[in-house]
């Protein structure tokens, strides 16, 4: 009895100790605070050859018996393959606050259109994402077909394609330094036409490999544009948009695609970035959209301390914009992974606490759209950022 006491008391220590650390890799799931509940549904967007994924989540007084998960089973196993992770620890069976299937709420609603990070995938901001939809907003989240970790058009599933967002150890390493240096330049330039000629020497030297994707993210972007206006979305939020009113959001990659947009696509008012660059092929003049840049200024992935703060400030100054930096967020802190504290420990978080990030990220988009899409409220300042309006 005694050997089974000494065995049996490290295997409990064990199984609560990967208790703990399931439990601590989980995120907090969305908790919205809007009037409404949220609708949800997958479909996808065809042109052609070309076709686009699209989540919709959207204001709804219905339930339903089906939710959709948080890591489904088969984007955890493509979460697995791209991050040499055993699928079973990224899945999340959790159901989030939304409802297959539920018809919109009556009335014209304003449309936002999500893009994701470099190599990730639709809702990586499902917290972002599933709150402006509880306040009246239909937010699109799309994945894109072999840049995203795992796009799907009915049956047919297509996993991130070989070559996009892979970087080994020391490629990481360089290009993080050179962002590092490239911040600093940005930083220091007094006027736009300064920038450009900083910003080309970045995107020739730190972002060269992913120069020819952007067009493929900025055309599948117009084709779901295109489609909103044909009305080739599902009937249960095909009579409920105001297409009048579009705006558009995205971290890191898919905040430069959401820049573009507002610059290059009259349909859209008001875009707003969140810890991405803006490359210089973007640049228009004359557009008549809003535009806010959010910056995290304490990001130390791969052992590079990197401070994104203001590098955009030359174009927030050029249409009037604002800009807002997180004291304390790293770049990921502008996702869902800012609710796994425990990723502190491996440098993907900064020190800013997790709750403050997520309500102020929350409040200052919803601040944004509300301002420039339905010209109600206003931009405040929030404890623990720094605000300037142009």
């Given at each position: 009895m005694k050997r089974v006491w000494i065995i049996g008391l490290p295997l409990l220590a064990l199984v609560?100790?990967?208790?703990?650390?399931?439990?601590?890799?989980?995120?907090?799931?969305?908790?919205?605070?809007?009037?409404?509940?949220?609708?949800?549904?997958?479909?996808?967007?065809?042109?052609?050859?070309?076709?686009?994924?699209?989540?919709?989540?959207?204001?709804?007084?219905?339930?339903?018996?089906?939710?959709?998960?948080?890591?489904?089973?088969?984007?955890?196993?493509?979460?697995?393959?791209?991050?040499?992770?055993?699928?079973?620890?990224?899945?999340?069976?959790?159901?989030?606050?939304a409802f297959i299937g539920a018809k919109a709420v009556d009335?014209?609603?304003?449309?936002?259109?999500?893009?994701?990070?470099?190599?990730?995938?639709?809702?990586?901001?499902?917290?972002?994402?599933?709150?402006?939809?509880?306040?009246?907003?239909?937010?699109?989240?799309?994945?894109?077909?072999?840049?995203?970790?795992?796009?799907?058009?009915g049956d047919l599933a297509v996993p991130r394609q070989p070559g996009i967002a892979e970087y080994s150890p020391e490629e990481v390493t360089t290009l993080l330094e050179r962002q590092k240096r490239g911040n600093d330049e940005l930083r220091a330039t007094t006027s736009l036409e300064e920038w450009k000629i900083a910003m080309r020497a970045i995107q020739n030297e730190a972002f060269a490999d992913i120069v020819d994707q952007f067009p493929v993210w900025t055309g599948n972007n117009t084709i779901v544009l295109d489609a909103l206006e044909s009305g080739s979305v599902p009937a249960t939020i095909a009579d409920n948009l105001d297409l009048t009113k579009i705006g558009y959001f995205g971290h890191s990659f898919g905040g430069s695609v959401a820049t573009h947009m507002g610059l290059n696509d009259d349909r859209?008012?008001?875009?707003?970035?969140?810890?991405?660059?803006?490359?210089?092929?973007?640049?228009?003049?004359?557009?008549?959209?809003?535009?806010?840049?959010?910056?995290g200024d304490s990001n130390n992935q791969g052992g590079v301390a990197t401070d994104f703060s203001w590098v955009n400030q030359q174009i927030a100054k050029a249409t009037n914009g604002c800009e807002r930096t997180f004291l304390g967020a790293s770049h990921m802190n502008f996702s869902d992974l800012n609710e796994i504290s425990m990723m502190k420990w491996f440098g993907q978080l900064g020190p800013i606490d997790k709750y403050q990030m997520r309500d102020n990220l929350n409040g200052s988009l919803l601040e944004f759209f509300n301002l420039h899409l339905r010209g109600t409220g206003k931009i405040s300042e929030r404890a623990g950022t720094k605000l300037i309006q142009h």
């Amino acid at each position: 009895m005694k050997r089974v006491w000494i065995i049996g008391l490290p295997l409990l220590a064990l199984v609560l100790a990967v208790g703990y650390l399931f439990t601590q890799l989980q995120p907090e799931l969305p908790q919205p605070t809007g009037a409404h509940k949220v609708g949800y549904e997958r479909f996808a967007i065809v042109e052609g050859d070309e076709w686009v994924d699209v989540q919709a989540f959207y204001p709804t007084s219905e339930t339903s018996e089906q939710q959709p998960q948080a890591i489904p089973a088969d984007l955890a196993v493509e979460f697995g393959k791209a991050y040499n992770t055993p699928a079973i620890a990224m899945q999340d069976d959790r159901p989030l606050p939304a409802f297959i299937g539920a018809k919109a709420v009556d009335g014209n609603h304003p449309v936002l259109i999500f893009n994701h990070g470099h190599g990730m995938y639709a809702t990586q901001n499902s917290h972002q994402i599933i709150e402006l939809a509880s306040h009246g907003y239909v937010v699109l989240a799309l994945n894109h077909p072999g840049h995203s970790l795992l796009s799907k058009n009915g049956d047919l599933a297509v996993p991130r394609q070989p070559g996009i967002a892979e970087y080994s150890p020391e490629e990481v390493t360089t290009l993080l330094e050179r962002q590092k240096r490239g911040n600093d330049e940005l930083r220091a330039t007094t006027s736009l036409e300064e920038w450009k000629i900083a910003m080309r020497a970045i995107q020739n030297e730190a972002f060269a490999d992913i120069v020819d994707q952007f067009p493929v993210w900025t055309g599948n972007n117009t084709i779901v544009l295109d489609a909103l206006e044909s009305g080739s979305v599902p009937a249960t939020i095909a009579d409920n948009l105001d297409l009048t009113k579009i705006g558009y959001f995205g971290h890191s990659f898919g905040g430069s695609v959401a820049t573009h947009m507002g610059l290059n696509d009259d349909r859209v008012k008001a875009a707003y970035n969140m810890d991405g660059p803006v490359f210089t092929w973007s640049l228009q003049d004359n557009s008549s959209a809003a535009f806010c840049f959010a910056y995290g200024d304490s990001n130390n992935q791969g052992g590079v301390a990197t401070d994104f703060s203001w590098v955009n400030q030359q174009i927030a100054k050029a249409t009037n914009g604002c800009e807002r930096t997180f004291l304390g967020a790293s770049h990921m802190n502008f996702s869902d992974l800012n609710e796994i504290s425990m990723m502190k420990w491996f440098g993907q978080l900064g020190p800013i606490d997790k709750y403050q990030m997520r309500d102020n990220l929350n409040g200052s988009l919803l601040e944004f759209f509300n301002l420039h899409l339905r010209g109600t409220g206003k931009i405040s300042e929030r404890a623990g950022t720094k605000l300037i309006q142009h």
